[in-house]
């Protein structure tokens, strides 16, 4: 079965800063997906940005880039110029054949002014 | 695009009782959408999925007789929570995939289930 797994609880960084989130996962399939959610405060689950394995470009939307190290299984998120509206739980996961989402455990990311 | 909708967003119900949980995809046409729960402080937990026109499928440990789905429509599953206990108090995801669409999910903004 395939696991993610978020090593950081809980992350802080200055507003206007970048800061990077971190996301490694264990499968044995070729073909999946990726993603980094968002869950503010409201609890809306928001979908920030999204990978397919196959492709070797990171995926980037806007401030919110994404370092895919397929060989590694590691997917990492970094936001840059950090605003205090980043706040929020973030949440990696991975879709592959079983077309179901594997959440990790999540990162609380406070953005300090 | 791609939004998802929940109804009710709260609700308060006494022990014994059935809460039926909407799940609307509002700007598109979903064949599968997905039921979570989600504990204070804690990540999704997928309770099952549910394709449009067949039986839901669910996770391991979760009882189908008390969290009954159904999925009659293209925009619409619902998640009935039947003679519910303190114990169902959570919060409630749905999600829901575009039809023919890639892999990505798209969420409602949850309802919160609290069993007196």
């Known amino acids: 079965a395939q696991t993610v797994t978020q090593s950081q609880p809980e992350m802080s960084v200055q507003e206007a800063e970048t800061v990077t989130l971190s996301c490694t996962y264990d499968t044995s399939e070729s073909d999946y997906y990726l993603f980094w959610y968002k869950q503010p405060p409201s609890r809306q689950m928001i979908l920030v940005i999204r990978q397919e394995a196959y492709k070797q470009q990171n995926a980037t939307e806007n401030r919110f880039s994404v370092n895919f190290q397929k060989a590694a299984k590691s997917f990492s998120l970094k936001i840059s110029d950090s605003q205090l509206g980043d706040a929020a739980m973030y949440f990696c996961a991975y879709s592959g054949g079983a077309q179901k989402l594997v959440f990790g455990q999540g990162t609380r990311l406070t953005i300090n002014p | 695009g791609a939004v998802v909708s929940q109804h009710p967003s709260w609700v308060i119900c006494k022990s014994g009782t059935s809460v039926k949980i909407e799940c609307r995809s509002l700007d598109f046409q979903a064949t599968t959408m997905f039921w979570y729960r989600q504990f204070p402080k804690q990540s999704l937990m997928l309770m099952a999925t549910?394709?449009?026109?067949?039986?839901?499928?669910?996770e391991q440990g979760v009882e189908k007789d008390k969290f009954l789905i159904n999925h009659a429509s293209l925009t619409l599953s619902t998640l009935t929570v039947t003679s519910a206990h303190p114990e169902d108090s959570s919060f409630y995801i749905c999600?829901?995939?575009?039809?023919?669409?890639?892999?990505?999910?798209?969420f409602g903004p949850g309802t919160r289930l609290t069993v007196l």
């Open positions: 999600s829901a995939k575009l039809a023919g669409g890639t892999d990505t999910q798209y």
């Open positions: 549910s394709n449009e026109g067949s039986k839901a499928t669910y």
